[in-house]
Every structure is written in C-alpha cells, then in structure tokens.
C-alpha cells in the first residue's frame, strides 16, 4: 500500500493527541478511545469491537498474504481487499490466453475459483502485555548482545506457552524501543482462493501518475475465499476443503455518508517511525531516500521496456514492476514533504527541549548524553546508507538474478555437506526450489537489469563501500561491468534453469564455487550485510541511546496518551469524512468523494493508465447504477476521510459507527506523505473506494450477481 501520516512525538507542546492521530491497540480501547470515540459518532462498544470470549468485529478483519489487510464479508468465507493487494497471485494466475490482469475475472460456482500456489489470510485471536515479564529478566549492566539474547530466550518461551500445541501461531514483539512488550496469537489459514476481480484498467486505474493523488477514480478491490476443513479448521489445499464459516462478517451499508460522519479503520498497518530523530530524517531526506528512488526507477525502465513489448513478459514482471514504482512514488514523496514541512528541524526543536531536560541533575546520569550518542550514530552512517539503499532499492527490489545465486548455491552447498540419506530428502525440495524461482523470470530481461543496476551502483555507491568484487570487475572493465554480466550468462549454471537443475543431479564444489553470478550474488549479500567492527560498538550504543530516548521523553511528558509505532500488528484508527479544499479537477459537490463522472473524464482511449472498458462507459451513460447510485443521483467512487494509516493498510475496511463497511482504504495522499514521521492533522487524507462502486462494478459491470446475494447489504 502504501504509507501514510504520523505524529511526531516529542515535547508536551508537539504531544496533543486529535481524536482522528494514532493506531490504537485493541485491548486499550475501552480504556483510552471508546468515550472519544462514541462522541464522534460510534454506536459499538469497545466489547463489541474486541472481545476475547465472543464474536466480535475484529473476528473479521485478517492480515492478507503477509502485508495487506483484508475483511471477511459473507457468511460463507469471502474474503474482500484490493486490487493491488491480490495483484501478485491475479498476475500469477493469468497467462496470455487467460488474463485475469486485464480482462479481470468472475468465478461462476465455487469449484470455478482459481488457487494460488501460496497465499494466506491470518486471523487475530488475542493479545496480552507481557512488558513486566520481559523487562523483568533484564538490568542495566547487560550490555545490548546480553539483553537481546535474554529477551529472546524469554519470547521463545511465551510463544510455546500459548500456541496450544502448533495450533495458534504467537508472536511476541517489541515496542517504544524495547520499552513494552507484547504478545499476539494468530490462526493461519493457507486455502485461499480468488473469487473475482475487475480488469486492470479499473482496479488499477489512473497508474502511477495517479498513484498517492486525489481527485482518485480506482476500483481498487479483488475477492477471495477463505477454505477451511470440514471442522472450519485450517487445512492445505484440498477439493473436499469446504468455505469457511466466520465468526464474525461485516454487513455492508448502501447508505453512503457525509462530511464529518464518524469512520473507523482497523488493519494491520506495517511499519511507522514517529520517534525518529532528527538526525534520521536528515538522513533519509538526503542520503538514503534519494538513492533508492534512482535506483528503483533505474530498475523500472528496463522491467518497462520488455512489459511494452511482450504480453506474456508484462504478466511475469507485472508484480514486481508495481511494487517497484508504488515505493519510487513514495521515497519521492516523502523526500519532498519532508523537506517542504521542515520535519528535521521541528524534531530537532522537541530534541533541544528533551536535552534540557535529560541534562537536569535528576536526570542526567540516565539520559544526558542520549540524544548526542544518537546524532554521532546518523552522523557516522550516511554515506553508507546512501551506499545501502542502491543495493536494497534497486539491485535487490529490481533484480531476481542478484539474490537468487546465493540463495540456491548455499542450498546445494548445504545439499552436498549431507549424508546419502538426507541427501534423497532434500533432493526434491531443491529442485522443486529452482522450478518455481525460475519459473517467471525471463533471462533478456534479468541480464539487463543487473548490467543497469550494478553499473548505476559502481558509479553513485561510493568507491570505498561498493562490494569489493563489485569493484574488482568494475576496476577490471573501465567502470562498465557489462563484459562481466555477458560472460556470466554465457558460462553461469544460473543463467538457465534446466542447465542448474543437471548442475543439482551432478554438481561439482569447485565449478559452483567459481560460478560468475553465485560470485557476484554472495558479493553482493555480504557487503549489504557487512558492518565494521568499528560501527557494530556505536551501533550497540546507539540502540541503547534510542530506547533511552523514547523510555525519557514518556517519563517526561507522563499525561500524554501514547500509542505504539505501526509494526505490521492490528490496531484501530478513527476520525471522520473529511473533505480536501475544493478542486477544480473533482466535479463532485463536496470534494470528499469522486464520482464515476469523473472517471469517464479521466478517460483515454488506448492509454496504459486510463483506458476504460466500453461496458463501464456504456453503464455510466445509461445511468444504469441500479441500487448503488448515492441518493443524490450520481455514482460515487472514491472517498475520503481523516484516519491514520500507512503502508499495510491497504485493503482495511473503513466503517460507520454501526461497525458497517463503508469503503476500502487503499491510499494516502501525496501532500500528507511525511505521515510516517509525522502526522499532520490538516493534511493527512485516507483514500479508500467505496462500497457501493463495488457492488455495483460486481453486479451491473461483471453480471456476478451471485457474488452480490453473499453479502449483508444494509439500506435504510
């Protein structure tokens, strides 16, 4: 998904929680929101939105493929989300005389849905405070290496405490630095079938010119099912497996709404940094950020001229490409908001205040030399962040062909170490390892990418901290590593896939060990990986010095109510439709919603982003919205309101006070893209596509009204 806004947490002055900043535990909110929120216009109870020993709202909210969210919207298991949530295993099941991607596709029955080999959805079962626990097992004198393995001793022990077995996955993580901790437990269900999506030229439309923009015109939606055995327990993909029966499925409302009605968001938003320093921001702003947006859109050029000239190649890269182009927007994005907004110097004020504090005679000792400790940390590495994110933007993120000869050599590698015995057993994983990394890679278009890749990061990665073999074929080829890169697909086992799996059958130590690219791949992990012994001493300090930051900065500013870093956990985030100043791009009346008006507007024949079928333009001339029209007439599309959200998000249900699906948030907007560090009460905008564009793209534009008589529709 994509991002979203934060808040900057620092001194009581820049502290003031608004009702619609913050991403909320669920346990905590008979505690801290619910008067909030009922105030605001919610009409649940905290119970009925989290309940341990009843059925409740968060029964129906799951993390989708491990970094989306998803809601349950049948009795009978559909599982509802994004477009680009369920991109991967749509393009995955698409060929070119089958493509779902654009021409979209409606299972009939359900022996017509179509399973992914790997995808899952998780449910949330409960959570519990486990920081007296933890923190208990630790003191002051242990240095970071101590504390760290201390606390994974412990997290190891509460999770087979609480996993019934292998029943329940639990995971036990960290927040405010190290300073709480927390343990969830989770049900893993792994049948997942796709029941429908629109063509690509809807649930995608606009691109990426109109990626993190408003006025927005997507349908930005697919549909699951979740299967389960005959005892609703999770099971691996079987044709006597049999629609899950939730605990809880979310009604719809066909009622729309209106500026400052209340609206609700819980999902699982992935990862916030709203206690950065200063000094990290800098870092982002003018090291780090700048070197992955070049090295992404380096990596999308060449993905893109391939995708242009062949189907087939554009449904194999087509996920990767979109991944690629959805963070190059948004490192651009953040690089110029962050900049706009002067965030490092507003962070870098609240930091002065914590120092005056910090260095008060009480205080002193603890916390007196935290925030200089830090600034020296960031000071010491920028450059190589720089150097960093050109290996993780863009080798890595762009280029199969860069981790893969790693990954699989050290597999044969361990392969060869092994007994006879073993050896049979592992024989058929490694294969069955090669055919499906191999499987949608296209060998012009790998070599290609690490020739512009790896030439890019010998020029911008810094003489003495690109890969020392990196640098030798660069030295040896006057800075162009295009000889190397050519001989290596001449001569490499992984260049091809039937001349690796008879290198398996029949391998040799020394000819893998001399492989052009396993050379080149293991350069290229170890240096991402490498930090000197000189650093790894600051480093311990430095997370030391940060969890001291934020431990001081709670003990300073104790009335303050706090909530925890995203970090891929469910929370809850409330606030209200709310509109942007008024656009003269947007024909609706409030400039809260779009309208599918302005998606015929939008409309280019042939364009790669606004293309429309002839079906949808037929419906929206006849005005054939059926019941889905908003009562005013118009067919609505898009929304906005003011919750708090980021990246993992996408795909959350937004909901009215009744806990009924309005929409599904599935972006943010550009001007509020420094959310992650900071959260802006004026700016900060949740896009989400409503419901009722929905219902009426599944009945009236795909004729799946099988799919419509599922759900629990709510009208007034």
Same mark, same amino acid.
């Given at each position: 998904?994509?991002?979203?806004?934060?808040?900057?947490?620092?001194?009581?002055?820049?502290?003031?929680?608004?009702?619609?900043?913050?991403?909320?535990?669920? %346990?905590?909110?008979?505690?801290?929101?619910?008067?909030?929120?009922?105030?605001?216009?919610?009409?649940?109870?905290?119970?009925?939105?989290?309940?341990?020993?009843? *059925?409740?709202?968060?029964?129906?909210?799951?993390?989708?493929?491990?970094?989306?969210?998803?809601?349950?919207?049948?009795?009978?298991?559909?599982?509802? /989300?994004?477009?680009?949530?369920?991109?991967?295993?749509?393009?995955?099941?698409?060929?070119?005389?089958?493509?779902?991607?654009?021409?979209?596709?409606?299972?009939?029955?359900?022996?017509?849905?179509?399973?992914?080999?790997?995808?899952?959805?998780?449910?949330?079962?409960?959570?519990?405070?486990?920081?007296?626990?933890?923190?208990?097992?630790?003191?002051?004198?242990?240095?970071?290496?101590?504390?760290?393995?201390?606390?994974?001793?412990?997290?190891?022990?509460?999770?087979?405490?609480?996993?019934?077995?292998?029943?329940?996955?639990?995971?036990?993580?960290?927040?405010?630095?190290?300073?709480?901790?927390?343990?969830?437990?989770?049900?893993?269900?792994?049948?997942?079938?796709?029941?429908?999506?629109?063509?690509?030229?809807?649930?995608?439309?606009?691109?990426?010119?109109?990626?993190?923009?408003?006025?927005?015109?997507?349908?930005?939606?697919?549909?699951?099912?979740?299967?389960?055995?005959?005892?609703?327990?999770?099971?691996?993909? *079987?044709?006597?497996?049999?629609?899950?029966?939730?605990?809880?499925?979310?009604?719809?409302?066909?009622?729309?709404?209106?500026?400052?009605?209340?609206?609700?968001?819980?999902?699982?938003?992935?990862?916030?940094?709203?206690?950065?320093?200063?000094?990290?921001?800098?870092?982002?702003?003018?090291?780090?950020?700048?070197?992955?947006?070049?090295?992404?859109?380096?990596? %999308?050029?060449? %993905?893109?001229?391939?995708?242009?000239?062949?189907?087939?190649?554009?449904?194999?890269?087509?996920?990767?490409?979109?991944?690629?182009?959805?963070?190059?927007?948004?490192?651009?994005?953040?690089?110029?908001?962050?900049?706009?907004?002067? /965030?490092?110097?507003?962070?870098?004020?609240?930091?002065?205040?914590?120092?005056?504090?910090?260095?008060?005679?009480?205080?002193?000792?603890?916390?007196?030399?935290?925030?200089?400790?830090?600034?020296?940390?960031?000071?010491?590495?920028?450059?190589?962040?720089?150097?960093?994110?050109?290996?993780?933007?863009?080798?890595?993120?762009?280029?199969?062909?860069?981790?893969?000869?790693?990954?699989?050599?050290?597999?044969?590698?361990?392969?060869?170490?092994?007994?006879?015995?073993?050896?049979?057993?592992?024989?058929?994983?490694?294969?069955?390892?090669?055919?499906?990394?191999?499987?949608?890679?296209?060998?012009?278009?790998?070599?290609?990418?690490?020739?512009?890749?790896?030439?890019?990061?010998?020029?911008?990665?810094?003489?003495?901290?690109?890969?020392?073999?990196?640098?030798?074929?660069?030295?040896?080829?006057?800075?162009?590593?295009?000889?190397?890169?050519?001989?290596?697909?001449?001569?490499?086992?992984?260049?091809?896939?039937?001349?690796?799996?008879?290198?398996?059958?029949?391998?040799?130590?020394?000819?893998?060990?001399?492989?052009?690219?396993?050379?080149?791949?293991?350069?290229?992990?170890?240096?991402?990986?490498?930090?000197?012994?000189?650093?790894?001493?600051?480093?311990?300090?430095?997370?030391?010095?940060?969890?001291?930051?934020?431990?001081?900065?709670?003990?300073?500013?104790?009335?303050?109510?706090?909530?925890?870093?995203?970090?891929?956990?469910?929370?809850?985030?409330?606030?209200?439709?709310?509109?942007?100043?008024?656009?003269?791009?947007?024909?609706?009346?409030?400039?809260?919603?779009?309208?599918?008006?302005?998606?015929?507007?939008?409309?280019?024949?042939?364009?790669?982003?606004?293309?429309?079928?002839?079906?949808?333009?037929?419906?929206?001339?006849?005005?054939?919205?059926?019941?889905?029209?908003?009562?005013?007439?118009?067919?609505?599309?898009?929304?906005?309101?003011?919750?708090?959200?980021?990246?993992?998000?996408?795909?959350?249900?937004?909901?009215?006070?009744?806990?009924?699906?309005?929409?599904?948030?599935?972006?943010?907007?550009?001007?509020?893209?420094?959310?992650?560090?900071?959260?802006?009460?004026?700016?900060?905008?949740?896009?989400?596509?409503?419901?009722?564009?929905?219902?009426?793209?599944?009945?009236?534009?795909?004729?799946?009204?099988?799919?419509?008589?599922?759900?629990?529709?709510?009208?007034?």
């Amino acid at each position: 998904m994509k991002k979203i806004l934060l808040f900057i947490l620092l001194a009581a002055s820049t502290f003031s929680v608004k009702a619609d900043e913050g991403m909320w535990f669920l %346990m905590n909110i008979e505690r801290l929101n619910e008067r909030d929120m009922q105030k605001m216009g919610l009409q649940l109870t905290a119970e009925e939105i989290y309940s341990v020993n009843n *059925s409740s709202l968060k029964d129906a909210i799951v993390q989708f493929g491990g970094g989306c969210t998803a809601e349950i919207v049948s009795s009978t298991g559909l599982v509802m /989300t994004n477009h680009h949530c369920g991109y991967a295993a749509i393009a995955e099941l698409s060929t070119p005389e089958n493509d779902h991607l654009t021409n979209g596709f409606w299972a009939k029955t359900k022996a017509d849905e179509l399973k992914p080999k790997s995808l899952s959805v998780r449910f949330f079962v409960r959570m519990d405070d486990v920081s007296k626990r933890i923190l208990g097992k630790l003191n002051d004198s242990m240095t970071e290496a101590e504390r760290e393995a201390t606390i994974n001793r412990e997290i190891a022990l509460i999770e087979k405490e609480n996993n019934e077995g292998g029943k329940y996955t639990v995971s036990v993580k960290s927040f405010y630095e190290g300073n709480e901790f927390y343990y969830f437990v989770y049900q893993d269900y792994t049948d997942v079938r796709l029941v429908g999506t629109p063509p690509d030229n809807i649930g995608k439309f606009g691109g990426d010119t109109d990626n993190w923009e408003w006025p927005r015109h997507t349908g930005d939606f697919s549909l699951f099912r979740v299967y389960a055995d005959k005892d609703g327990n999770p099971a691996e993909y *079987s044709q006597n497996n049999v629609p899950l029966v939730p605990k809880y499925h979310l009604s719809i409302s066909l009622n729309g709404f209106k500026e400052g009605d209340f609206a609700m968001i819980l999902g699982y938003p992935g990862r916030t940094n709203r206690w950065m320093p200063s000094a990290g921001i800098s870092q982002n702003v003018n090291f780090a950020y700048p070197a992955w947006v070049e090295a992404s859109k380096t990596g %999308m050029d060449v %993905m893109k001229k391939y995708m242009d000239q062949d189907q087939a190649i554009r449904l194999k890269y087509a996920s990767t490409y979109a991944g690629v182009a959805n963070y190059w927007k948004n490192r651009q994005g953040m690089i110029d908001a962050l900049t706009q907004h002067q /965030t490092a110097k507003t962070k870098e004020a609240s930091e002065k205040k914590f120092n005056k504090w910090a260095n008060k005679s009480k205080n002193r000792d603890k916390y007196g030399s935290v925030i200089a400790t830090i600034n020296e940390y960031y000071a010491l590495t920028n450059e190589k962040a720089r150097h960093d994110n050109y290996i993780s933007g863009g080798i890595l993120r762009s280029s199969s062909l860069a981790p893969l000869p790693y990954t699989i050599g050290n597999a044969i590698n361990f392969y060869l170490q092994q007994n006879d015995a073993k050896k049979a057993e592992l024989l058929p994983q490694l294969i069955n390892q090669v055919n499906s990394s191999y499987e949608d890679l296209v060998m012009p278009v790998e070599k290609d990418l690490l020739i512009a890749l790896l030439n890019l990061y010998v020029e911008k990665g810094g003489k003495d901290l690109i890969a020392p073999y990196v640098a030798e074929i660069a030295k040896e080829n006057n800075g162009d590593v295009t000889p190397y890169i050519n001989r290596a697909f001449e001569t490499s086992i992984f260049a091809d896939k039937e001349k690796l799996i008879a290198f398996i059958n029949n391998p040799d130590p020394e000819v893998l060990a001399n492989d052009l690219l396993f050379k080149l791949s293991n350069d290229i992990i170890a240096r991402y990986r490498y930090v000197p012994d000189t650093l790894k001493a600051k480093q311990a300090d430095f997370n030391r010095a940060f969890r001291l930051m934020v431990q001081g900065m709670r003990e300073a500013n104790p009335k303050v109510k706090y909530y925890p870093d995203a970090n891929s956990t469910l929370r809850l985030s409330y606030g209200k439709i709310r509109a942007l100043p008024a656009d003269p791009r947007n024909d609706a009346t409030i400039n809260n919603y779009t309208t599918l008006k302005g998606t015929i507007n939008k409309y280019k024949p042939n364009d790669p982003e606004f293309d429309l079928p002839q079906k949808l333009i037929d419906l929206y001339e006849a005005k054939d919205f059926g019941q889905y029209a908003d009562k005013n007439g118009y067919m609505p599309v898009n929304f906005l309101s003011d919750n708090d959200i980021t990246g993992g998000n996408s795909g959350s249900p937004v909901l009215n006070g009744k806990g009924e699906l309005l929409g599904l948030a599935f972006d943010g907007n550009i001007e509020a893209m420094a959310g992650d560090v900071i959260f802006d009460p004026e700016l900060q905008r949740t896009i989400s596509v409503d419901i009722r564009y929905v219902l009426f793209l599944i009945d009236k534009f795909a004729g799946a009204s099988h799919i419509i008589d599922e759900f629990t529709l709510v009208k007034d």
